[in-house]
């Protein structure tokens, strides 16, 4: 299993900017989520995905921020017109969905995105 | 406060002591909690989950819930220099959504 593919792996682009970044979860898994890290806010989920439905976006930091899962193999997230202030590590994770108290709720996460923006 | 809070270190523990990380949380209806171990410049993995009270023991890892008290805490015994990074809480709310605290460096000294 090759695990979560994300790419690209760095990313440097200047204030306004269109940034795509993009996510290949693991065979299998139906749940995909995108999270953000910085050294101020930390792990922050930004929205998760269930059989390819977007199904929590509560935190995406505003309009300039989309994201899409068009299949079950791939996602996009969007930042357009990109600021400064986005830059951070963006990482995808997937996990079989699961309801109760079980270890399917596991998330696997992928290498990374790190974004500069100039 | 925040939902899920964690002592940001860094933790600095000899070679072979334990080295006892704590997470506490909010939302008094969570009910599954994971340890993510992330190194510098990595992604974080999974070290294990607990959802019962009490303790579970995983190899040197133990992790301990006490609901009543909306506290998590991980052991590590037998530290090794291999074990620095940051540790990460992280609390299920609701069906998926997984918050995570900030997380604690800990530096293992040999």
């Known amino acids: 299993d090759a695990g979560v593919i994300q790419s690209p792996r760095h990313e440097v682009t200047e204030m306004g900017q269109e940034v795509t970044l993009r996510c290949k979860p693991i065979?299998?898994?139906?749940?995909l989520f995108w999270y953000r890290q910085t050294m101020m806010r930390g792990l922050e989920l930004l929205i998760y995905?269930?059989?390819?439905?977007?199904?929590?976006d509560s935190g995406m930091p505003e309009d300039r921020f989309s994201a899409k899962m068009p299949n079950a193999s791939f996602s996009t997230l969007k930042i357009q017109p990109s600021e400064p202030r986005d830059s951070a590590v963006y990482f995808c994770?997937?996990?079989?969905?699961?309801?109760?108290?079980?270890?399917?709720?596991?998330?696997?996460f992928g290498a990374g995105s790190r974004l500069t923006v100039l | 406060q925040k939902e899920v809070e964690q002592n940001s270190g860094p933790l600095s523990v000899p070679e072979g002591a334990i080295a006892s990380l704590n997470c506490t949380y909010s939302?008094?209806?969570?009910?599954?909690f994971f340890w993510y171990r992330q190194y510098s410049g990595k992604s974080p993995e999974l070290i294990m989950f607990?959802?019962?009270?009490g303790d579970k023991e995983d190899g040197r890892f133990t992790a301990q819930l006490n609901k009543a008290s909306q506290y998590v805490s991980l052991l590590i015994r037998d530290s090794q220099p291999s074990d620095s990074a940051t540790y990460l809480c992280?609390?299920?709310?609701?069906?998926?959504?997984?918050?995570f605290g900030q997380g604690t460096r800990l530096t293992i000294n040999p």
């Open positions: 994770a997937s996990s079989r969905m699961a309801g109760g108290l079980s270890g399917a709720n596991v998330l696997t």
């Open positions: 065979s299998g898994h139906n749940s």
């Open positions: 995905f269930n059989n390819n439905v977007p199904i929590d």
């Open positions: 939302d008094r209806g969570s009910q599954s």
């Open positions: 607990i959802y019962s009270n």
């Open positions: 992280a609390v299920l709310q609701g069906a998926q959504k997984l918050v």
